[in-house]
């Protein structure tokens, strides 16, 4: 025998009718299963009514489906049940996920008992550590998604979000986006249905993204979600609502203007695909139990999503994590977005294909949602766009992750003709040959000595070797760019113009004064390339390179003993031809330092995790 319970709501709702009927209002009458039913007219319905609204209202509680509902002939459906079997529960980041048409409007509840339930559940997915003095720019992200709003007695902070996950597009092509969706919010009972000019407050959406918190909140949320109508598009939205009492169950994270104000940065590009990666994920220091834990992250934390420029469709969604999943151009489906240590501390490395030539890209990282729903922050998060475009004339390759120069991620001077297997090789091994013979050099040297004893107090053989390698792999695998690229470009050093262009045709000689000048063609800076492996064997034709930064030579100085004679050259005296400088506003790449991307900060250059400070120096040897 199974016992069915009243809730309190539905016995005060029928002690109401019953107490009508007892005085003559209501009289109820069975309906035959197989005959048609007269309905009365009954001049009491508004007094029903009133009752039952304020039976609603000491209750709390929305009509559910699951609820009691009386069947009176007197009453038609239209008037007993209907005013609220169209709201919606939220609970406590559990988000919501429903399609709406245009036109259409959808009231959601957040009521007072979740109000006073239980916080989420807060589910580490990362190594952090609040507690570190040093916390990174992207930790202090991470930490937010996670961080539990605090309460005093029954007042309570509930943080609304709505992430758009579909939209409408046009039946030809999708060169506008549709209007965003439209969210109201209602916190008194006299307003159960917020709308456009009925609300307490508005949800402002853009990206397909909107949130909003609201402050010590004692009693039931109303929300309305309403789908704009537009004639110029066909088919429905799709969104996700959620609701909670700990933090924002989705977060987009709007990045300053400063393209170093960024948590990941376009590191380069060739014709058909493009390299970024996010910056230093951690400052812990290389034995330390978080840096290792990054490191073994296995499937690496964030994701990230590409679009092409000026997509006026697709950017209706930037802000959303599961718009950008749905709807993104590229998305995160390569191997090779990995974990990685280039410039000393853990990075995530992504590598995008399928790019067109010369084409302008939107790059989002992001952090898709957690495994279980109910976890605080769970959502996932979308960071602002980086920028990046592809380059042009198809003899510039990105290579990444060689066994022995790891830092090199950028592109080099290719042929198409030569996969990216051999590339690799060809470049790490010349580059791991020439280092052995400074390795034995090195050996010379008493390294393994007390500290009285050795070249210096402030360095070893471990910096000089770490500083010596760097050096290298920057000077062996030159940096490529366009030889297309603009003549205004002047940190560009035109290589290998002796040599045929990729399409075997010959370069024509010009007139004294010009690039293609007999001087410079048979020149040693413009008319062959720094390293002869590249000429000899690659044959990419003419590229341009970026010089590596004059402040490798200087860092390779400070760091080796003067026994081995390391000299950089002077300037006027070779340094220009053969090292670039970093750009005084610090805002774009100038030279190159393999692992990592140039910050100008208080008179000293910041290459990724490394500060070197800027030495005058008299000169020294150089590839």
């Known amino acids: 025998m199974q016992l069915c319970f009243l809730r309190p709501f539905a016995i005060f709702r029928f002690a109401a009718v019953t107490c009508l009927c007892s005085f003559g209002l209501l009289r109820p009458v069975a309906r035959a299963a197989d005959g048609d039913t007269t309905i009365h007219q009954d001049h009491n319905h508004h007094r029903l009514l009133d009752l039952l609204s304020q039976a609603a209202i000491v209750s709390g509680e929305a009509v ?23 709201v919606m529960r939220l609970a406590n980041n559990a988000p919501r996920s429903v399609n709406i048409s245009q036109g259409n409007l959808h009231i959601w509840t957040f009521p007072m008992d979740i109000l006073e339930g239980p916080p989420g559940q807060a589910r580490p997915r990362f190594p952090l550590d609040p507690t570190a003095a040093n916390i990174s720019r992207l930790e202090q992200d991470l930490i937010q998604l996670a961080t539990q709003s605090s309460h005093a007695g029954n007042m309570r902070n509930v943080f609304l ?22 969210v109201y919010v209602s916190r008194s009972p006299a307003n159960r249905r917020p709308d456009v000019g009925s609300n307490d407050r508005v ?47 989705a977060t987009h994270f709007e990045i300053g203007n400063s393209p170093w104000d960024t948590r990941i940065a376009s590191w380069d590009t060739d014709s058909y695909s493009a390299i970024l990666a996010t910056g230093d994920i951690t400052n812990s220091v290389s034995n330390s139990p978080e840096f290792g834990a990054w490191l073994a992250m296995t499937p690496p934390p964030f994701t990230i999503y590409v679009n092409r420029q000026r997509d006026p469709w697709r950017d209706g969604l930037r802000r959303s994590v599961c718009g950008l999943k749905n709807h993104a151009q590229v998305k995160n489906n390569s191997s090779d977005n990995n974990m990685v240590e280039i410039g000393g501390q853990p990075k995530q490395l992504f590598y995008v294909e399928g790019l067109d030539r010369s084409s302008s890209y939107d790059a989002f990282m992001a952090l898709d949602k957690g495994p279980i729903d109910s976890t605080i922050g769970g959502g996932g998060a979308v960071w602002s766009a980086t920028t990046f475009t592809t380059k042009s004339d198809n003899n510039c390759k990105i290579i990444h992750s060689l066994p022995f120069c790891t830092d090199v991620a950028y592109a080099v001077p ?5 996969n ?78 002796s040599q045929n262009f990729i399409n075997g045709t010959a370069p024509r000689e010009g007139p004294k004064g010009s690039l ?53 050259p002077a300037e006027g005296r070779g340094l220009n031809y053969s090292y670039g400088h970093h750009s005084n506003k610090g805002e774009e790449w100038m030279c190159n330092w393999p692992g990592g991307r140039l910050v100008s900060s208080a008179g000293r250059t910041r290459f990724g995790s490394r500060t070197v400070g800027l030495v005058l120096a008299a000169a020294l040897y150089v590839l």
């Open 516 to 568: 293609f000048s007999k001087e410079n063609i048979t020149s040693k800076h413009y008319g062959s390339s720094r390293n002869p492996m590249i000429d000899d064997h690659i044959k990419p034709g003419p590229y341009k390179e970026m010089l590596p930064c004059k402040d490798l030579c200087y860092h390779l100085m400070q760091n080796c003993p003067a026994a081995l004679q390391f000299a950089c």
């Open 414 to 418: 290719s042929n198409p003709n030569m």
């Open 203 to 249: 949800i402002p959406v853009q990206g397909g993204y909107g949130n909003i918190t609201l402050r010590d909140v004692m009693g039931d949320i109303w929300v309305g979600v309403r789908a704009p109508e537009s004639d110029d598009f066909t088919g429905e939205y799709n969104y996700e609502l959620a609701a909670s009492i700990d933090a924002p169950y």
């Open 420 to 497: 990216m297997t051999a590339l690799v090789q060809a470049y790490d091994t010349y580059a791991n040959d020439a280092y052995q013979n400074f390795s034995k050099s090195l050996q010379q040297i008493p390294c393994n000595t007390t500290a009285s004893a050795q070249y210096s107090l402030a360095r070893n053989c471990q910096d000089c070797d770490n500083a010596y390698k760097t050096w290298l792999c920057a000077v062996t695998i030159p940096r490529c760019a366009d030889f297309s690229s603009p003549a205004t470009h002047t940190h560009l050093m035109p290589r290998s113009i």
């Open 161 to 182: 979000t709505i992430s758009t996950c579909d939209q409408p597009s046009k039946s030809v092509d999708r060169t506008a986006a549709p209007p965003q969706l439209e």
């Open 64 to 86: 559910r489906e699951d609820q009691y509902e009386p069947d009176f002939v007197q009453l038609d459906r239209d008037i007993i049940g209907r005013a609220e079997e169209d």
